[in-house]
């Protein structure tokens, strides 16, 4: 079993960055691939980026690469989603969710967070 709750969320203005935290309660977190799932107004929830559980591999949706970072940190249960160049497009409801598989599809997570909203204002 694990807890997610993410942190981090808030109004943004169009370019500006944000780092988005998912603190992770369980002795086995380790073992996790960690994704970042986003849903905004009126939209399916998409896939956003994941990390292995080891942190060796990382995918990212085409629509965040080059602006938008994860990483992790086995040691103190945390995953983070480092945003930068932050678009209106952006505007949603961030996730994180988390899996003992390594996908990119929200079915295939059988843990998440509440969410954390963030708005980029244009």
């Known amino acids: 079993q694990v807890q997610l709750v993410e942190s981090g969320g808030g109004l943004v203005q169009a370019g500006g960055s944000l780092r988005l935290s998912c603190a992770a309660s369980g002795r086995t977190f380790s073992s996790y691939a960690m994704g970042w799932f986003r849903q905004g107004p009126g939209k399916e929830r998409e896939f956003v980026a994941v990390m292995s559980w080891n942190g060796y591999s990382t995918v990212y949706a085409d629509s965040v690469k080059g602006r938008f970072t994860i990483s992790r940190d086995n040691a103190k249960n945390t995953v983070l989603l480092q945003m930068n160049s932050l678009k209106p497009e952006d505007t949603a409801v961030y996730y994180c969710?988390?899996?003992?598989?390594?996908?990119?599809?929200?079915?295939?997570?059988?843990?998440w967070g509440q969410g954390t909203q963030v708005p980029v204002s244009s």
């Open positions: 969710a988390a899996d003992t598989t390594y996908g990119v599809t929200a079915s295939g997570y059988a843990y």
